[in-house]
């Protein structure tokens, strides 16, 4: 038999919860009024970026409210591309792209994934992201990718569906990015490709904050 105290904290518990998802339910969505992205530095450490574009039907299949892609070079020659997929609130601030679908889909084979941290601790942009190496046709594709949330670094789905409760609940945003680095190498240069994005990506870890899209 259920105690008198319990009954009536169960009950005040579910008072408060639809109290909650009412005033939730009421609160107007946020919109995206300025992207901002698009003012990301074209140079970033020693890397000189340039625009770049995908077919628009790859645009349409990933729905974001902003796209940014490029191709930042070294003056010793060696790229690292940047994806960058933004997703406001009434969006879901997220994507349904998966990597590890998709470059199977594409016909490469993965042969190596982890988890692998990056940024400056000192600065507190230090992160864990996740990390894949695929490989077709003799070419190694290294990457790192990760969800954001400005200044919070996720990387997995179920973390980030909680920081997205959360937002929600408390700023009325729950806005995202998916967040992608990659370089390509030969089987020798692998080690060499993985110190490469995980340098860059600690610059974008450290960066992008700045440059988060504005909703209202």
Not at 41 to 59: A, K, L
Not at 77 to 90: E, H, K, N, P, R
Not at 128 to 146: F, I, P, S
Request: glycine share 10%; with cysteine.
């Amino acid at each position: 038999m259920i105690s008198g105290k319990a009954f009536y904290a169960a009950t005040a518990g579910m008072l408060v919860t639809l109290a909650l998802v009412g005033f939730v339910s009421v609160r107007p969505e946020p919109v995206v009024i300025r992207t901002n992205l698009e003012n990301l530095p074209m140079e970033i450490g020693e890397y000189r970026g340039t625009e770049d574009s995908f077919p628009e039907s790859v645009y349409r299949e990933l729905n974001a409210d902003k796209h940014l892609y490029r191709h930042y070079r070294s003056s010793d020659g060696s790229q690292v591309d940047l994806y960058i997929g933004y997703y406001g609130t009434a969006k879901g601030g997220r994507t349904g792209h998966n990597p590890y679908a998709c470059l199977p889909g594409a016909g490469w084979a993965i042969v190596d994934t982890g988890k692998v941290k990056t940024g400056d601790q000192d600065q507190d942009s230090e992160a864990e992201v996740n990390y894949v190496q695929a490989r077709r046709d003799g070419v190694n594709t290294v990457m790192l990718h990760w969800y954001q949330r400005k200044t919070t670094v996720m990387s997995t789905g179920i973390r980030q569906n909680i920081e997205r409760f959360w937002g929600h609940l408390i700023h009325n945003r729950s806005d995202g990015a998916f967040v992608q680095v990659t370089t390509q190498a030969s089987d020798d240069q692998v080690p060499d490709a993985g110190m490469r994005v995980q340098k860059f990506a600690g610059e974008i870890l450290e960066t992008l904050p700045r440059y988060w899209p504005i909703e209202q």
